[in-house]
């Protein structure tokens, strides 16, 4: 279908995915070694560099996408970095290959439901003391509880709306090469991470993800994570595709892009209600 080095893959066997259904669903986050060959990793690893790295698209505004930029910056205290690439399956078919490649498609659909959609595609270039470091959860805290709650009730399973697959594409041996982090069970918490520095959830502190090029990890979105800072002088390379429930595209991204008459002016309400306004 795509003329590039990614190759198409195979799903896990049933028991397999089910056994990585019920990891996530325990602890946030699931590491799974060995997924993508080394000829798939150096050929993400040079095109995320030839298109970072090419003035044009590094220039590029993309106002009527979800990212405004082909490549966000990192904002260093002193400079500015080029750091996350955006909106990439517009810039190479690699990625609209590697969003079906698998076992990616087969665990979506485990894990979110067989109508599962895209919702994200990025890779992040991590250069020395490059790192989302603030401990966090994605996007928004979808069921918080009040804080005399101590956490979801045991046996109560939150549904997973989303969730990022990481595809190291670096090997990520030692802390000093900032290896993702996770805090187990926190995405039961119902709360956002309770300390800056040393986040715990149940007596679990934070576990650092190791890992080889071409391993992969699971991440749900309200698990408390960050990206360790990366103090050694290796670049990283992390892809990340995204894949949500079926009912929230429909819901927030379908349903929505009906236009205006012709010759109707919206006032800005209105656009911002439309999802015309960032
Ligand atoms: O760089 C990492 O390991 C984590 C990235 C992250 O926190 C995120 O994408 O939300």
């Avoid at 698209?57 to 979800?66: G, Q, R, V």
């Avoid at 079926?246 to 012709?262: H, I, T």
Wanted: aromatic share 8%; charged share 25%; with cysteine.
């Amino acid at each position: 279908m795509f003329d590039t080095p990614i190759t198409a893959g195979d799903p896990f066997d049933e028991d397999r995915t089910q056994q990585i259904v019920e990891d996530m669903h325990r602890d946030g986050y699931v590491h799974i070694p060995d997924v993508l060959n080394l000829d798939e990793v150096a050929a993400l690893q040079e095109t995320t560099d030839r298109l970072m790295d090419d003035p044009e698209i590094f220039a590029a505004e993309t106002p009527e996408l979800h990212e405004g930029r082909y490549v966000q910056m990192h904002m260093g205290k002193e400079i500015q970095t080029p750091f996350i690439l955006r909106n990439t399956l517009a810039l190479d078919p690699i990625f609209p290959a590697m969003l079906m490649r698998e076992p990616f498609v087969s665990l979506a659909e485990a894990l979110v439901g067989s109508n599962c959609r895209f919702c994200g595609q990025n890779v992040l270039r991590n250069q020395p003391n490059v790192a989302i470091e603030r401990w966090h959860v994605d996007g928004a805290l979808h069921f918080p509880v009040p804080d005399e709650v101590d956490r979801y009730a045991p046996g109560i399973r939150p549904p997973i709306l989303w969730f990022t697959i990481q595809i190291a594409l670096t090997d990520i041996d030692i802390i000093e090469h900032g290896p993702t982090q996770y805090v187990p069970g926190s995405h039961c918490s119902g709360k956002h991470p309770n300390s800056p520095d040393d986040p715990e959830f149940e007596g679990n502190g934070p576990v650092s993800i190791f890992c080889q090029a071409g391993d992969i990890y699971l991440q749900d979105p309200q698990c408390w994570h960050r990206g360790a800072p990366n103090t050694s002088n290796r670049v990283r390379y992390l892809m990340q595709n995204q894949y949500a429930v079926d009912w929230a595209y429909r819901r927030f991204g379908w349903m929505n892009r009906v236009p205006l008459p012709d010759g109707v002016e919206a006032p800005d309400r209105l656009q911002k209600l439309l999802g015309n306004t960032r």
